[in-house]
């Protein structure tokens, strides 16, 4: 892409900005805002950049609006790679928002903010709207405003110096991220691995506890993240789920979900005692590595699973038997494993590990124990080992894999590394405010997958966002397809 060109509409805020970029001042106010842009010209990146009023109630004095769309009345220009810059900006150290400005046409008065901020407005400006259409639609376009006044702090009281001054001053740390953000802008490819998101047990917990609000009302408590996302664990939230840690927590008879991960006989045996309702939303291939468990125990075997020993679904599993099963993190352990009798010994697997490695794991323990016995079917589920394949199906076309997911997913955590073995740099991110500029200074072509756990919107934001920067070549890689689904508990079905 071409030279930044940073549009201002004040003369305190173009001298705020100054050696940064090419600075194309506009003059206050849409009429002079739209005749400045006769003078835009190029077709590099284009920042509008200064202050404005706040609007809705979260919104304060000091803080940064970083637009994901500008409005002027039934007019809309969005500004797509948004989340890219706000996470930038607030990794800078900075109070940023994301969301709508709107461009007015006159300064507003408190009835016309409310209104605005019913709408979802989260700053007003005069200008950011005039300069959007100009920039149009393919042109890498962004929007950032420092808040000096609110609906609480008019623009009108004497204090209004200060503001503006702090305002620029925040302004002037503003600019270096901004340069950041144009600099990455760029013409790519981008590779989505297919499948990936929700498997059939994620849709599964997540439908139980959407049943169970549905049908009994909130509260709907849950022990433990229904499922290892930030997101989807805030969604049910806000519709009336409350997560709990432990069931010491959940009133005394009230309804309580188990999530996908399994848990251990005693935490059944609790809620039992505590007169729980209880909905079991354990994933259907995480119960199978518990009854694998049973069965070996009750044979007399030592049970050796391999996975990481501090993981909820590991934790449950060993529970099932716990004076039976050996925790098998790594090729070492494996080396250093014993057994109370060597010829009754089997081993079962954390269903989310990595393929490869467990393969090692396991390979390492057979050489030691020749008659160590096999689950009956692989423990690992299908759609984790169908997401690892088709990561590294694209890693060979990527100069970068961004991994969308939660840090505390397993899965998600797989692919990274799967990805990093092939040689290509791998990132997990919850989300596209989570991916890093500098991750993707450069790269022309970059993948993009998701843990089972992740909601699909999540990949469409980010892939939105890269479009942002830059028009993109995407390519679907369909390894494999899936049409697993799991029954739902009777109490929800």
Request: glycine letters at 8%.
């Amino acid at each position: 892409m071409s030279e930044l060109t940073v549009c201002t509409a004040l003369r305190v805020e173009s001298a705020a900005v100054r050696g940064s970029a090419r600075v194309l001042r506009t003059g206050m106010g849409p009429r002079r805002t739209a005749r400045s842009m006769r003078r835009l010209g190029g077709d590099g990146p284009v920042a509008m950049l200064g202050v404005a009023g706040g609007v809705a109630p979260t919104v304060q004095v000091g803080d940064v609006v970083v637009a994901t769309e500008v409005r002027a009345g039934d007019v809309a220009v969005r500004c797509p790679s948004a989340p890219l810059l706000a996470g930038e900006l607030r990794r800078a150290g900075l109070r940023v928002h994301l969301g709508p400005i709107a461009t007015s046409r006159s300064l507003l008065g408190k009835q016309a903010l409310a209104e605005l901020a019913a709408t979802g407005v989260l700053a007003v400006d005069m200008e950011s709207a005039v300069v959007g259409a100009a920039v149009g639609a393919g042109r890498p376009f962004a929007v950032v405003r420092v808040v000096t006044d609110t609906i609480a702090e008019p623009i009108w009281r004497p204090d209004i110096v200060g503001r503006g001054w702090r305002a620029l001053r925040t302004l002037r740390a503003v600019v270096p991220v901004v340069a950041s953000w144009a600099a990455v802008t760029a013409d790519r490819s981008v590779h989505l691995a297919s499948p990936r998101s929700f498997c059939a047990g994620v849709e599964r917990a997540i439908e139980i506890v959407e049943r169970a609000l549905e049908r009994y009302g909130a509260p709907v408590y849950v022990r433990r993240q229904i499922v290892h996302n930030a997101h989807i664990v805030g969604e049910l939230q806000a519709r009336g789920a409350v997560f709990v840690e432990e069931l010491d927590e959940v009133p005394i008879g009230a309804r309580v979900i188990l999530a996908a991960h399994g848990v251990t006989p005693a935490v059944r045996a609790e809620a039992v005692a505590r007169k729980l309702q209880v909905v079991d939303a354990t994933c259907p291939l995480v119960a199978k590595v518990h009854a694998e468990v049973r069965r070996y125990a009750a044979a007399d075997h030592t049970v050796f699973l391999i996975g990481h020993g501090d993981h909820e679904e590991v934790v449950g599993t060993v529970g099932e038997a716990p004076d039976r099963v050996v925790v098998v993190d790594d090729v070492a352990a494996a080396a250093r494993a014993t057994a109370a009798d060597p010829d009754r010994v089997a081993y079962v697997m954390q269903t989310t590990l990595a393929v490869d490695e467990a393969e090692e794991i396991a390979g390492a323990l057979r050489s030691r124990y020749p008659t160590l016995v096999a689950p009956r079917q692989d423990d690992i589920c299908y759609a984790t080992s169908n997401r690892q394949l088709a990561v590294r199906d694209i890693a060979e076309h990527c100069d970068v894999v961004l991994v969308v997911g939660s840090a505390n997913s397993s899965n998600s955590q797989r692919l990274v590394e799967v990805v990093e073995r092939t040689g290509v740099a791998a990132y997990l991110v919850d989300d596209a405010s989570d991916v890093r500029l500098e991750w993707i200074a450069g790269a022309r072509s970059v993948g993009i997958t998701a843990g089972a756990s992740a909601p699909p919107r999540l990949v469409d934001e980010l892939v939105a966002c890269l479009g942002g920067l830059g028009a993109i070549d995407l390519h679907e890689h369909q390894t494999v397809s899936e049409d697993v689904t799991f029954t739902l508990p009777r109490e929800v079905s």
